[in-house]
């Protein structure tokens, strides 16, 4: 074996007998590597094999309203568990101090962008001292007066 077919073999960059190379189960008939070749699904499968993602039965939820207002960042939870169940979540921060209500809008944000969710600020451009906020999820479809409405706003 010389120098550099050692050295390919060591790094992982092909065997030193070609003849090898063909051989492996993973290579189709004319030696081109069988990357991308779907399987087919078993009868009863709920897998697809093309996204590799399970695929999801169509969901006839309503999106309910929940209201929330957290005393620390703590309570961060009690927003998170039903905005990722598909509610929409008002926010009502009036009670934290704004480090901590900072925190709550970051998080808020980290979760309406990793489940497609919306933001929205409620208390913006009404004559009130309350600041209010309120997550929605992806195909939930509340209009931004009918959640002031249910944050007793208007």
Same mark, same amino acid.
């Given at each position: 074996?010389? *120098?550099?077919?050692?050295?390919?073999?060591? *790094?992982?960059?092909?065997?030193?007998?070609?003849?090898?190379?063909?051989?492996?189960?993973?290579?189709?008939?004319?030696?081109?590597? +069988?990357? %991308?070749?779907? &399987?087919?699904?078993?009868? %009863?499968?709920? &897998?697809?094999?093309?996204?590799?993602?399970?695929?999801?039965?169509?969901?006839?939820?309503?999106?309910?309203?929940?209201?929330?207002?957290?005393?620390?960042?703590?309570?961060?939870?009690?927003?998170?568990?039903?905005?990722?169940? %598909?509610?929409?979540?008002?926010?009502?921060?009036?009670?934290?101090?704004?480090?901590?209500?900072?925190?709550?809008?970051?998080?808020?944000? %980290?979760?309406?962008?990793?489940?497609?969710?919306?933001?929205?600020?409620?208390?913006?451009?009404?004559?009130?001292?309350?600041?209010? *906020?309120?997550?929605?999820?992806?195909?939930?479809? *509340?209009?931004?007066?009918?959640?002031? &409405? +249910?944050?007793?706003? &208007?």
């Amino acid at each position: 074996m010389s *120098f550099f077919g050692s050295a390919k073999e060591f *790094f992982g960059l092909g065997s030193y007998n070609d003849d090898e190379y063909y051989d492996d189960p993973q290579y189709n008939e004319s030696g081109a590597p +069988a990357y %991308g070749q779907a &399987r087919a699904a078993e009868p %009863g499968s709920t &897998r697809d094999y093309d996204s590799r993602a399970p695929r999801r039965e169509a969901s006839t939820y309503a999106p309910a309203i929940v209201t929330a207002m957290p005393r620390s960042y703590n309570d961060a939870k009690d927003i998170g568990e039903p905005f990722r169940d %598909g509610d929409a979540v008002l926010m009502d921060l009036t009670d934290l101090d704004k480090a901590d209500a900072k925190r709550v809008i970051d998080f808020a944000a %980290g979760l309406c962008f990793a489940l497609r969710g919306q933001m929205l600020n409620l208390s913006r451009g009404l004559d009130t001292n309350r600041r209010v *906020f309120a997550i929605t999820p992806e195909h939930a479809r *509340f209009s931004k007066t009918e959640l002031q &409405r +249910a944050a007793h706003l &208007r």
